[in-house]
């Protein structure tokens, strides 16, 4: 690793980055026993569990968070290719400044 030692890693570039949408792929998973009165269907973003309907068991849902409004949306993917909306709840990123 010394060979590192005098090498500026600073991506200069970084801070006139800023984009305010986070984008996650996410596989639609069961919580307790199938058929059971506990059993819920959900997704995990950042540490938050999202309930989502049970027929999305094993699929994948596009999850958009767009930070300045403050939401997550939920997205699936119909037979075209095209994305419909199944979801949408208010949703914070901690450590995160809000202008």
Not at 54 to 76: A, G, H, P, Q, S
Not at 79 to 92: N, Q, T
Request: net charge positive; with cysteine.
């Amino acid at each position: 690793m010394d060979d590192f030692k005098d090498v500026d890693l600073e991506n200069k570039h970084a801070k006139y980055f800023k984009d305010d949408k986070i984008y996650f792929l996410r596989i639609v998973r069961r919580k307790n026993d199938k058929g059971s009165d506990e059993e819920y269907v959900f997704i995990d973003i950042m540490k938050h569990e999202i309930k989502l309907l049970k027929y999305l068991i094993n699929l994948f849902v596009f999850c958009i968070i767009d930070i300045k409004l403050k939401r997550l949306e939920i997205n699936i993917e119909l037979y075209d290719g095209s994305l419909k909306a199944i979801k949408s709840v208010p949703f914070i990123i901690k450590n995160v400044t809000y202008n």
